[in-house]
């Protein structure tokens, strides 16, 4: 790759009128504010702007068990006496943190679509960096919701990509160990994941430095546990350290990045000191190795830092510069008082983070990774179809002797205005939606009411590929 990197932005204007719940810490309306602020700022001129297509749950099958996904499909508020049974087997509902509210498997299909949208778009090299805000849901497990997540659309977003790439490297900057996408690939080689999390009595309790995987995968999973308190210096120093290392012995061939927004600073649930410079740092550090990254979303729980994280890191993916001060956008009041990008770190929080302790965990992952005898290789072997074909999509309806600009390999539906997503100071996927979004009229105008409330203001050899991805899935299975 040469030159300016290409970016491709994944979004449904709908992902941020879901609502978890009065009191649920997991706010999508943080998504609205995140897709404003990109506008306003100008981001979308300098990317690709996609529609992605809502996932199904075959393609959501391709990782979790069939009846988990069916229960998912089936369930609503509304039918919740049916379904007590599968509720306690598949920790969702009451005395869970994962709710059932309405909507909830439209949501799962919109952010795991984008996901799998961007992986095929980045296997057809017909992007660099594809961006889906709305995915990074690491938590959740096979046949089980954890931690406000209901499918791992980074587990499913990796299986695509090992259509086509040997390795893929995980890489998740949230605050919470990515516990599910680490133990979906915990014994194979095909992908190393790498974790920087608050470590001890801490959600959900995994990533110790001694977990390293099993079997086939024994030293591709790496995790750096961190304590409270933990600042912009040391947090870039030990990510670069790592990571440098992590891509001279591995050579992966695609890149995902979660990057989860409850490691900074004044987080409702996140006890780091982090600042968005900080944070930023790591994106764009991954982003000078030129290898083809889907970055997602993840965590974060003061919605107005959510928002202006992804953006900022939005604009560096991009190589924009941004200024300081919020543009007036329709939720403006939300970043008051000051109404300024960048955040302060907390003077009175301490860094627990000793450099005693910091250089013990990257000299001990450095020696895990010092044992890897060089970059895992794949034979060759069949290139197997997208999850959809574009048949699936588009019908017989386009003339198939015609480029059509939405009918290009994977990835979602072009947006061809920017109009269509945004326009002024109205949001024009509303308006589009007028039917369906007027009957979500009053569960909306709860949600946003309540946000406000809460946050203040994708060749034949000896193994054929159809052999090979029941390998890499019975791993995730595993």
């Given at each position: 790759?040469?030159?300016?990197?290409r970016?491709s932005y994944?979004?449904?204007g709908?992902?941020?009128h879901?609502y978890?719940?009065?009191?649920?810490?997991?706010?999508?309306?943080?998504?609205k504010?995140?897709?404003?602020l990109?506008?306003t700022y100008?981001?979308?001129?300098?990317?690709d702007?996609?529609?992605p297509?809502?996932?199904?749950?075959?393609?959501?099958?391709?990782?979790?068990?069939?009846?988990?996904i069916?229960?998912l499909?089936?369930?609503?508020?509304d039918?919740l006496?049916t379904?007590?049974?599968?509720?306690?087997?598949f920790?969702?509902g009451?005395?869970?943190?994962?709710?059932v509210f309405?909507g909830?498997f439209?949501f799962t299909?919109?952010?795991?679509?984008?996901?799998?949208?961007?992986?095929?778009?980045?296997n057809h090299?017909?992007?660099?960096?594809?961006?889906?805000?709305?995915?990074?849901?690491?938590?959740?497990k096979k046949?089980?919701?954890?931690?406000?997540?209901y499918v791992?659309?980074?587990?499913?977003a990796?299986l695509?990509?090992?259509?086509?790439?040997?390795?893929?490297?995980?890489?998740d900057?949230d605050i919470?160990?990515?516990?599910g996408?680490?133990e979906?690939?915990y014994c194979?080689?095909?992908?190393?994941?790498v974790?920087f999390?608050?470590?001890?009595e801490?959600?959900?309790?995994?990533?110790d430095?001694?977990?390293?995987?099993?079997?086939?995968?024994?030293y591709?999973?790496?995790?750096c546990?961190l304590q409270e308190?933990?600042?912009?210096e040391?947090f870039?120093q030990?990510?670069?350290?790592?990571?440098?290392?992590?891509m001279e012995?591995y050579?992966?061939?695609?890149?995902?990045?979660q990057?989860g927004a409850?490691?900074?600073?004044g987080?409702?649930?996140?006890?780091?000191?982090?600042?968005?410079?900080?944070?930023g740092?790591?994106?764009?550090?991954?982003?000078?190795?030129n290898?083809p990254m889907?970055?997602l979303g993840g965590?974060?729980y003061?919605?107005?830092?959510v928002s202006?994280?992804?953006?900022y890191?939005?604009s560096?993916l991009l190589?924009?510069?941004?200024g300081?001060?919020?543009?007036?956008?329709?939720?403006?009041?939300y970043?008051?008082p000051d109404?300024?990008l960048?955040?302060?770190?907390?003077?009175?929080?301490?860094?627990?983070?000793g450099?005693?302790?910091?250089?013990?965990?990257?000299?001990?992952i450095l020696q895990?990774l010092?044992?890897l005898q060089?970059?895992?290789?794949?034979?060759?072997q069949?290139?197997p179809?997208d999850?959809r074909s574009?048949?699936?999509?588009?019908?017989?309806?386009?003339?198939?002797d015609r480029?059509?600009?939405?009918?290009?390999?994977?990835g979602?539906?072009k947006?061809?205005?920017?109009r269509?997503?945004?326009?002024?100071?109205?949001?024009?996927?509303e308006?589009e939606?007028?039917?369906?979004?007027?009957?979500?009229g009053?569960?909306?105008?709860?949600?946003?009411?309540?946000n406000?409330?809460?946050e203040g203001?994708g060749?034949q050899?000896q193994?054929?590929?159809e052999?090979q991805l029941k390998?890499?899935?019975a791993?995730a299975e595993?």
């Amino acid at each position: 790759m040469s030159g300016k990197q290409r970016v491709s932005y994944y979004y449904r204007g709908d992902v941020g009128h879901f609502y978890y719940g009065p009191g649920h810490p997991m706010k999508p309306h943080r998504l609205k504010l995140t897709h404003h602020l990109l506008l306003t700022y100008g981001l979308y001129r300098k990317m690709d702007v996609y529609r992605p297509h809502p996932a199904t749950a075959q393609e959501m099958t391709r990782f979790h068990s069939d009846d988990y996904i069916d229960f998912l499909s089936r369930v609503t508020p509304d039918n919740l006496k049916t379904f007590q049974s599968q509720m306690q087997k598949f920790n969702i509902g009451a005395f869970t943190d994962c709710p059932v509210f309405d909507g909830l498997f439209e949501f799962t299909q919109i952010y795991t679509g984008c996901s799998l949208d961007g992986a095929v778009k980045l296997n057809h090299g017909l992007t660099d960096v594809a961006v889906n805000w709305s995915g990074g849901l690491h938590h959740a497990k096979k046949s089980e919701a954890s931690g406000f997540c209901y499918v791992n659309d980074i587990v499913l977003a990796i299986l695509e990509l090992l259509k086509y790439h040997p390795r893929v490297l995980y890489v998740d900057i949230d605050i919470h160990h990515g516990d599910g996408v680490e133990e979906a690939f915990y014994c194979t080689d095909r992908v190393m994941t790498v974790s920087f999390h608050k470590f001890g009595e801490f959600f959900p309790g995994t990533g110790d430095i001694k977990d390293t995987g099993a079997k086939e995968g024994k030293y591709y999973s790496v995790n750096c546990p961190l304590q409270e308190g933990m600042d912009d210096e040391s947090f870039v120093q030990v990510f670069k350290r790592i990571m440098a290392k992590v891509m001279e012995m591995y050579r992966p061939t695609a890149v995902v990045l979660q990057c989860g927004a409850d490691s900074l600073t004044g987080d409702r649930l996140g006890c780091f000191n982090v600042t968005l410079r900080g944070h930023g740092a790591c994106v764009e550090y991954l982003k000078t190795f030129n290898v083809p990254m889907l970055v997602l979303g993840g965590g974060g729980y003061t919605i107005r830092n959510v928002s202006r994280l992804w953006t900022y890191e939005t604009s560096l993916l991009l190589g924009q510069d941004i200024g300081d001060a919020i543009p007036y956008n329709d939720y403006f009041e939300y970043y008051g008082p000051d109404f300024k990008l960048h955040l302060r770190p907390n003077p009175q929080m301490e860094n627990q983070n000793g450099r005693d302790h910091l250089d013990f965990c990257v000299n001990t992952i450095l020696q895990q990774l010092g044992t890897l005898q060089g970059a895992p290789s794949v034979q060759l072997q069949e290139v197997p179809p997208d999850l959809r074909s574009h048949d699936d999509v588009f019908g017989d309806t386009l003339d198939p002797d015609r480029r059509h600009p939405a009918r290009t390999k994977g990835g979602g539906e072009k947006a061809a205005d920017p109009r269509e997503l945004y326009a002024g100071d109205k949001d024009q996927d509303e308006s589009e939606a007028a039917p369906k979004e007027a009957a979500k009229g009053k569960d909306e105008s709860k949600a946003a009411e309540a946000n406000a409330k809460e946050e203040g203001g994708g060749s034949q050899a000896q193994t054929t590929q159809e052999e090979q991805l029941k390998k890499d899935e019975a791993s995730a299975e595993a």
